[in-house]
């Protein structure tokens, strides 16, 4: 059967696992679904799509709706299930509902929508309560633009107006249950958003505000009824992830002119997200805010990183889209000012915002920005004596934090796309610094609905992208297996076995030699690296990968067969780039160490490889790395196992061209999508190049898991103390609890904290000469007799769970 017929049984199943696994509000005891019934259905303003693509530039005021409902009598739960074709924003009685911004997660609508469960148990009142609803367009209605000149994302996407279901259910202490819903005795009408778009921005008439429009009592008799919507065909989901909230406030650290009644807002970090800001002057006045990730020389905005779709001159973008398609807001002001605007339904990447159309220039206690991500528990932690690592990390983390917006993507301005490659590079970093669990079973659904039965597709939403080859698409088996080895999640291993074998078929069929011969390389490197190297690598992965996962099936027949795949691409890998000389041109640093990574090349040649890598390095600007998306995930391991993590340290803590310190130097507050620096192309916020932060994680702090003993049941800690370093502090949240790894280094000694988590237990491998003395206190245990602790003095030894501090003494007895 093909991949595609088989779409709808997973998501399916999908459905059936994913309520009994997660639960969205562990307050609210009681569990309820949220589906179409005749008393509860879709819902929308009902008007009819535009007829021409100029016509989608114009006002299209985002409807909000409303109905007034009753509580009578003493409640004992009150809850709200929610969801949008678009985006929402509810309330009760004129307060927010939730924290939650930009819902529901993106998604292929066609397949499956989330829906949001809120206790608004604090927000009825005993009698009369409205709730009001605004819709935005999000990703359901998107604007006809042309991105790059050729990419329309109405022609891929399952669009159409916006629309939503809600239900409200009331218990009551008496045992009375009371369910409300979305149907025609709601009223909308205009709101005074009259422009929204992800890429574009919004625009706001204040002097279109209708006062108490979502409190009770408020007189609704000229508003229109609304309308019934067939809505989209996706399966209504619970949602079992976090969703997008303000995860930081950034305050602006600098305000100045730029000109005739415009500011420039220097926010002192660049960042993914909005803003609220104080605003005055006189009725009718439009403001406008701009917004980039630079300046110019001069002080000016330069906005040109962070263009949509690369759209930069007339036409370009199609019929009535703007010549520059850069990130904008409006807001026109009404009679009564000062005013806080801040946007709802849309979301900029920038570290400057210009501000035009005000006289005086705003306090910066006026402005505030407000950083949006998915919500991932943030509790893991790296830091060092090094302000230049912990520079680098900080910029890492957070443009991670800005590139997870319900998907992960590899730039959250000018695509915001999910797409596989920096998914598959980038995977195992992001999981090192976030809980990411649920958000990647949740990426995983998102690739099922989006891969086809005959061509390898880029990104996860699918937005018509199918160039980059089985290095993207195969992320969605590559994550599966991070799953499985940091959170020993063998559930979904088993959920999606069949459809993995599935597409083991497809890859076969596509790439019938073995030999991955189209798609895209290293991404980004500084010199060309044929597809042939990096995508027959993953293909390597996955053979690998479905070899474990056939054995946990106890599919033998299956476990053989992706055995002798791998064994056969493995040679093929060798043949072709190890065997024979490499003539073509290509980068060095990213053939060696693939090759090595993968452990293609045998063990009795690998010192050769490893000198010919060694030599590639020596021959790069300043002796750095030159490698692209996937070659630097690779080069990063390869170097600390074969030659010293040491040797990674002096390129790393560095700020030479190119480099992670480079960037820094050059005042880089995210990480860039290429080495060299960019003004008017390549995003500034792009986490390709962020596998860096693995590297301190699983190299300095030295937190490894072990494949045979997934989610962390035992695991290695060996950690990295290189010249010029003289701390690391290092915690990891594994689903066992924390695991802490920290040392310090004085003249005399080297000083180890490690904390193992309960019902788990640590390899420690330490770097010591048989010479040096080592102790072991048990923090946790003081009766711990050191002497029983076998492998001791040669520095490598178990551990139970337990705090420890281990220390290595310099000289010599």
Aim: glycine share 8%; net charge negative; proline share 5%.
């Amino acid at each position: 059967m093909l991949i595609y017929k088989n779409l709808k049984k997973i998501a399916l199943t999908a459905v059936m696992v994913i309520p009994f696994l997660y639960c969205t509000d562990k307050k609210n005891v009681d569990s309820f679904e949220l589906k179409t019934t005749p008393s509860v259905y879709w819902i929308g303003d009902g008007q009819t799509p535009l007829a021409h693509d100029s016509l989608f530039y114009g006002d299209d005021p985002a409807p909000m709706f409303r109905k007034e409902i009753q509580v009578k009598g003493k409640l004992k739960s009150a809850t709200l299930l929610i969801t949008a074709a678009g985006y929402y924003k509810a309330t009760i009685n004129g307060q927010r509902v939730g924290i939650n911004y930009l819902d529901p997660a993106w998604t292929d609508t066609r397949k499956r929508i989330y829906y949001a469960e809120y206790d608004i148990s604090d927000l009825l009142n005993n009698g009369n309560n409205c709730i009001g609803v605004i819709l935005g367009n999000g990703f359901y209605n998107p604007l006809p633009l042309k991105m790059w000149g050729r990419r329309n994302l109405r022609e891929v996407l399952d669009v159409g107006r916006p629309a939503f279901i809600a239900k409200i259910v009331l218990l009551y202490e008496n045992g009375e249950k009371v369910e409300m819903g979305t149907d025609k005795n709601w009223k909308f009408s205009p709101s005074p958003i009259l422009k929204n778009n992800v890429y574009l921005g919004e625009v706001y008439n204040a002097k279109n505000e209708t006062e108490g429009w979502d409190l009770p009592g408020f007189d609704d008799s000229n508003w229109s009824e609304a309308i019934f919507s067939t809505g989209p065909e996706g399966e209504l989901q619970k949602s079992f992830f976090p969703h997008i909230q303000i995860t930081d406030y950034v305050k602006p650290i600098n305000i100045y002119s730029s000109g005739k009644d415009t500011f420039i807002i220097d926010m002192g970090v660049n960042f993914t997200g909005t803003y609220r800001i104080k605003l005055s002057g006189n009725p009718g006045d439009s403001i406008v805010f701009r917004f980039g990730e630079r300046v110019y020389p001069d002080g000016s905005l330069n906005p040109l990183t962070t263009v949509c779709g690369q759209i930069k001159k007339k036409g370009m973008g199609g019929v009535g889209a703007p010549d520059i398609a850069w990130q904008t807001d409006t807001y026109i002001l009404k009679d009564e000012n000062p005013v806080w605007f801040q946007p709802e339904f849309t979301f900029h990447t920038f570290r400057y915002m210009e501000v035009s159309g005000i006289s005086a220039q705003p306090a910066l206690s006026d402005i505030s920005g407000l950083a949006l991500s998915t919500a991932v528990q943030a509790d893991n932690n790296f830091y060092s004596s090094s302000d230049l690592l912990n520079s680098i990390q900080d910029a890492t983390q957070r443009t991670f934090r800005s590139n997870l917006m319900s998907v992960q993507s590899d730039c959250a301005a000018r695509e915001k796309f999910g797409y596989g490659g920096d998914l598959n590079a980038t995977s195992e970093s992001f999981i090192y610094n976030f809980d990411m669990k649920s958000f990647y079973r949740k990426t995983v659904y998102d690739w099922v609905d989006a891969i086809n039965d005959s061509i390898f597709v880029d990104t996860a939403p699918f937005v018509g992208i199918q160039y980059c080859g089985l290095s993207w698409e195969s992320a969605f088996l590559t994550t599966q297996y991070y799953l499985l080895l940091y959170y020993d999640d063998q559930e979904l291993v088993k959920e999606m076995y069949e459809f993995n074998k599935k597409w083991m078929e497809k890859a076969q069929r596509i790439h019938p030699r073995g030999v991955v011969d189209s798609g895209l390389g290293d991404h980004e490197s500084l010199s060309p690296v044929p597809v042939e190297l990096t995508g027959t690598s993953h293909y390597l992965m996955c053979a690998e990968i479905m070899q474990h996962f056939a054995s946990i099936m106890n599919d033998r027949a299956s476990e053989k067969k992706y055995e002798q795949l791998a064994v056969s691409l493995r040679k093929q890998l060798k043949e072709q780039f190890w065997s024979k000389p490499v003539t073509e041109k290509i980068n060095k640093q990213t053939l060696f160490a693939t090759l090595l990574y993968h452990k293609v090349i045998p063990e009795e040649e690998t010192k050769m490889a490893v000198d010919s890598l060694i030599q590639a390095i020596k021959e790069a600007p300043a002796s750095h790395f030159t490698t692209g998306i996937f070659g630097t995930k690779y080069i990063l391991e390869a170097l600390s196992e074969y030659v010293s993590p040491e040797k990674v340290f002096e390129i790393v803590n560095s700020k030479e061209f190119p480099g992670w310190g480079f960037m820094i130097s050059r005042g880089a507050t995210t990480i860039w999508e290429t080495w060299k620096e960019s003004d008017d192309t390549f995003s500034n916020c792009h986490p390709m190049f962020g596998t860096i932060t693995e590297w301190f994680y699983r190299w300095l702090g030295g937190i490894r898991p072990i494949l045979q003993h997934p989610g962390f049941e035992k695991f290695i800690i060996s950690p990295c103390t290189p010249d010029g370093l003289n701390e690391v502090r290092v915690n990891y949240r594994s689903p066992y609890g924390t695991i802490v790894s920290n040392w310090v280094k004085d003249e005399d000694k080297t000083t180890y904290e490690f904390e193992i988590p309960q019902q788990s237990s640590a390899q420690i491998q330490l770097k010591k000469d048989l010479s040096q003395k080592i102790t072991v206190t048990a923090v946790s245990d003081p009766s711990l007799n050191p002497n029983a602790i076998k492998g001791l003095n040669e520095g490598n030894f178990e551990l139970s769970a337990g705090k420890y501090v281990v220390t290595i003494y310099n000289h010599t007895f």
